[in-house]
């Protein structure tokens, strides 16, 4: 079996605090947990508010590329839930990422899903799933 290609961790935060409605709270935030799980930027975060049609799901979405693949989070105004996916080639502290959403959206809760990624090994004669 070959080495993993990628690790993933995805997070669904509820009770998080007003600074999920604030840009540059969040930006803030990008900054931040980028430097504290080691890894490199690549380019400024993209901030929108979206959702506008459906107010249970209106809210900024954060996406931050990194070197290493992606940071994406989306923030709702009306619940005060935050969704976040930290995906990278390069491993990472988890428990870091953790803090890092904590200390700035102070969530009541936390569920969270830590997935190993590795695409399907090519087998000669191997056929695609219809």
């Known amino acids: 079996m070959s080495e993993a ?3 993933h961790l995805v997070v669904d935060a509820a009770g998080c605090n ?3 409605s604030d840009r540059d709270a969040i930006a803030a935030f990008a ?3 980028v430097q504290a799980i080691d890894m490199k930027a690549y380019g ?22 990194i070197e290493t693949s992606n940071i994406t989070a989306h923030f709702c105004d009306d619940s005060g839930e935050a969704y ?3 995906f990278s080639c390069k491993t990472f502290d988890e428990t870091i990422a ?3 959403i904590d200390r700035h959206f102070g969530p009541r809760i936390c569920e ?3 997935l190993t990624r590795q695409a399907p090994q090519h087998k ?7």
């Open 18 to 20: 007003d600074r999920i």
């Open 98 to 100: 953790l803090s890092v």
């Open 84 to 86: 976040f996916d930290i």
């Open 31 to 33: 900054e931040d947990l």
């Open 112 to 114: 969270t899903r830590s």
């Open 44 to 65: 400024a975060p993209w901030i929108e508010h979206f959702g506008h049609d459906l107010p249970k799901a209106s809210g900024f979405t954060l996406v931050q590329l």
């Open 124 to 130: 000669a004669g191997a056929r695609l799933a219809s």
């Open 5 to 7: 290609f990628g690790q």
